[in-house]
């Protein structure tokens, strides 16, 4: 069954601290992986989005990796802000015939001061 | 540039009544989708349309749910009757291809359903 997977499912940080998002999927075969950042009471906003052949894609403070052989993807904030308070959401795209976008869960990120 | 248009933002309803949501997406993408996000969970595809046909609508409760995307700009989805469990965000999202062929996704605020 095609699923992705997030870990933690919340976590609390300190300002100024790095902090690494977690996502394992089992979706096969992909075509590329996408995570986004969910501000409470907004619509999801692009981070990164890597194809199947990258390995790291950086927005900004965010850090995206992907592993394609062991299905897994990490997402690294570093010096983290308020501001990067949200749920951090992986998407994998399916593509074996039809694409089809599958999210996961979240992960809900607090940075307190 | 605009982005993806969602109204109304908030909606209390009591079971058994029926509710409205409109989406306006980014002028010039073919693609919109409808998303269900409960609190706590991911988003959940409920309708797919490229223009104003539909790709996929596998996972839309049609016994209640219906949506429509007249001209292949502006989309309603509409629930009627509400039940208790279709408390969640409605998200509406537009892409100027298909967003899983590595289109770009973009996604409006949502409108938040209770339903009492």
């Known amino acids: 069954k095609n699923q992705v997977e997030q870990s933690p499912q919340s976590l609390i940080i300190l300002e100024g601290k790095n902090c690494t998002l977690q996502?394992?999927?089992?979706?096969?075969?992909?075509?590329?992986l996408r995570w986004y950042k969910q501000d409470t009471g907004r619509g999801p906003v692009s981070l990164t989005i890597?194809?199947?052949?990258?390995n790291t894609k950086s927005n900004g403070r965010y850090t995206a990796t992907l592993d394609a052989d062991t299905k897994q993807s990490s997402l690294h904030i570093t010096a983290s802000q308020l501001s990067d308070s949200a749920s951090y959401i992986c998407?994998?795209?399916?593509?074996?015939?039809?694409?089809?976008?599958?999210f996961g869960a979240g992960t809900r990120l607090a940075v307190h001061p | 540039e605009a982005g993806v248009a969602q109204s109304p933002r908030y909606k209390i309803i009591e079971k058994r009544q029926s509710v409205a949501f409109w989406c306006n997406p980014i002028?010039?993408?073919?693609?919109l989708y409808w998303y269900q996000q409960i609190l706590g969970q991911g988003p959940k595809l409920l309708i797919q349309?490229?223009?104003?046909?539909?790709?996929?609508d596998s996972q839309l409760p049609k016994d209640r749910f219906s949506a429509e995307r007249l001209k292949g700009v502006d989309s309603t989805l509409k629930i009627q009757p509400a039940k208790l469990e279709d408390s969640a965000v409605y998200l509406c999202?537009?892409?100027?291809?298909?967003?899983?062929?590595?289109?770009?996704?973009?996604f409006g605020e949502g409108s938040r359903l209770t339903v009492l």
């Open positions: 999202a537009s892409s100027k291809d298909r967003a899983e062929n590595t289109g770009e996704l973009f």
């Open positions: 998407v994998v795209t399916f593509s074996g015939g039809y694409n089809k976008l599958i």
């Open positions: 890597m194809t199947f052949s990258e």
């Open positions: 349309f490229q223009n104003n046909g539909v790709v996929d």
């Open positions: 002028s010039g993408h073919a693609t």
């Open positions: 996502c394992n999927y089992t979706v096969s075969p992909f075509s590329n």
